[in-house]
Structures are given as C-alpha cells and as structure tokens.
C-alpha cells in the first residue's frame, strides 16, 4: 500500500528520529456474509490492517496488535475505542492517541509524525503555552473531524495531538468523518475540519495550538454541559460522508 519509495524514507527517518518503542492498537471487524440488522459493515477495515502492518515493518520499535471488535470489547473501552476502524498509539508517556478511519490522504504524515513525537519521553510545551496548560483544572478532549481530502484538516490534528502529548489533562482524537456517514448526519457534520471540545462547544474550520489551547480553557470554564456553541475557526473543505470508499492510496509523502 505504501510505494518502497517512501517506505524508504520512512523506514530511514524512523531510524533517526524514534527514541523509545511505540505501540500500535487496531480494532477491527470481520466482514460478514450475513446481513446482520444494526451492524455496519466496516469497508476499510483490512486496508486499514494492511496500512498499519507496512508501517509497523518499518521499524522494530513499533509493535502492532490486532484485536476483532466485538471479542474485545473491555480492551476497546478502556483505550477509548468505540467504532472501526479504530487505532490507538501509545509510547513511553502512556498518553493515548487515537485515529478513526484509515490514516490516509493528507491524514497520513500526521500520523507518522504522531508516532515520532509519540516516541519521545515527554513533549513540552515551552513559554506562554505551559503556563495556559497549567490552567486546566480538569481533563479536556478534543476530537477532530477530518477527510482524507481535506488540506486543513493535518494542522488541526497535529494541534490537538501535541497539546495531549503536552498535558495529561487532555485527550486527543481524529475521526475521518466520510467513514461514519450516520455519525456524520447525527452530529450534522458538513464542513472539516470540525473540532469538538468536550461536547460543549465546537470550532468550525483551521485552528492553531495556541487558539486550540485557548478553545479548550473557555470550554472549561464554561460550566455544565449544555448545547454545543461554534466558534468560527479559518478554511474549511466540505465534507461529503457516504460518498463512498476513502481513497487509500495516494498516500502523502511527511516530508
């Protein structure tokens, strides 16, 4: 799935840049040949599989192990996996990453560049930022919907993820929305990336770490869970749920 070219380059950055051992979860669904009422069929699960074993050969400080969804479902609860396909990472610091979806399209460099700060001992926030992460009182998640097409989208994740890696208050995830088109139409998803911070508020559109950072201190302090409120955030792609299968070659090269 991933051309030897940029396996090679992969593999050769890995080899520079991973310092201690990463672990890659993924949750599954085998496809049945029965119709099962309720069940979705999961269309990118083993391209997904696929993906996540190329880029585990790359290197041998990163280990991937495969669960089936529905056999594993304590294991999907405490990692914070509710839907396939599900993947989540974990280095030395032991704070999870998760990703919905198959991390292709322009989703892919970030999640390379996931494992590689993933694999260091800490990620720190220097200056102003760690002041304003001393402040979060209590613990903040940030999920990121995404498509693969989407040019906007990398940056937002990539913020989010470092801010988790930054703090343990917060958790971070990407959902690549064109997957779960009913979780689409539920949450009335039209435009990625759309960022949602602990159910309380939304920012729609680009957002940097430091305007990420201050969404989520203002989402805190607004007090008990209510009806969403959106913030205008920058560009925008439209998102087109069930417009059939995600693209999962094309794959972008994170140089």
């Known amino acids: 799935m991933i051309p030897l070219r940029e396996q090679e380059y992969i593999r050769e950055r890995f080899g520079r840049e991973l310092q201690g051992k990463v672990k890659i979860d993924y ?7 029965l119709y099962v009422p309720g069940r979705e069929e999961c269309v990118t699960c083993e391209d997904t599989r696929q993906l996540l074993e190329e880029v585990a050969s790359l290197s041998d400080k990163i280990t991937l192990t495969v669960r089936e969804f529905s056999e594993a479902q304590e294991e999907a609860r405490k990692l914070g996996v509710d839907k396939v396909p599900g993947i989540v990472l974990r280095g030395p610091a032991n704070r999870p990453l998760r990703f919905f979806g198959i991390p292709s399209g322009n989703e892919f460099p970030t999640f390379i ?7 260091k001992p800490r990620v720190e926030a220097g200056g102003e930022r760690a002041k304003q992460l001393k402040k979060l009182k209590e613990n903040v998640s940030l999920t990121v919907y995404v498509t ?7 940056g937002v994740v990539r913020a989010a993820y470092r801010l988790a890696l930054a703090s343990p208050r917060i958790e971070a995830a990407a959902v690549e929305i064109a997957e779960f088109p009913r979780l689409a139409q539920q949450l009335g998803v039209r435009a990625v990336p759309l960022t949602v911070i602990n159910d309380r508020a939304t920012i729609a559109g680009a957002v940097d770490e430091a305007g990420l950072l201050e969404a989520a201190l203002k989402a805190v302090e607004g007090g008990p ?4 409120t959106q913030t205008s955030g920058g560009a925008t792609s439209q998102a087109t749920p069930g417009a059939g299968r995600p693209p999962t070659s094309g794959l972008v090269l994170p140089r």
């Open 27 to 33: 949750f599954t669904q085998k496809s049945s040949p």
């Open 113 to 119: 560049e996931a494992i590689i700060d993933l694999s």
């Open 148 to 154: 693969p097409t989407c040019p906007y989208c990398p």
């Open 225 to 228: 869970l209510g009806a969403p």
